[in-house]
């Protein structure tokens, strides 16, 4: 018996593991509700005003006049942070690649000079901002922006990939010791019965 949910604990870690990795061919900035609306060929503005083809999504040119073909681009567009391992969130177009890190996965970043490293796992909800003294481009550069040719400071892909196998091995923890307490709860249980 025990051996058997100790079984459907790993599957389950398993395919949570496996729902929260996968890419999906989603644009950034698009919330995943909206998959099948964003899939057509000929996408409709949310408001009525006009179409435009899918390869007009996400281009920096405002089709719709409510920013649905440019979450990111338009002035009354939003942005939706996927936050995987913290709180997803809506947030304002201005505020996407302005060099400050809002989204605690990096995601409204990606194309500025700043490098901004996932911390959705560690609590997410932090952002990187610039204190009055100092200079901005020295902050950047402290927290993981480019360095004076251009090229990325560090590459965070590995550091991606430690963050996906720590939240999986929380996560593995979280169910052991869930599974062991239910089954020390049930042993104790019948001791007391069997007396």
Known sequence: MKTTVLLKSLLLISWFFFHVSSTTDLPLGIHPLDEKYYGLEVIKCKDGSNSFTKDRLNDDFCDCLD???????CPAGKFYCRNVGSTPKFMFS???NDNICDCCDGSDEYDSTVNC??????????????RSYGSRRKHLDLIGGKNANGG?????????????????VQVVVIIIFLVSRKLYRRSRFKRRHLR
């Open 152 to 168: 990325n400071m560090d590459d965070s892909t590995p550091r991606l990939q430690g963050l996906k196998i720590l939240v999986l």
């Open 117 to 130: 490293p996932n911390t959705c796992v560690m609590g997410g909800d932090f952002s990187y901002r610039t």
């Open 94 to 96: 201005s505020r996407v």
């Open 67 to 73: 920013g649905t073909d440019e979450p990111a681009a």
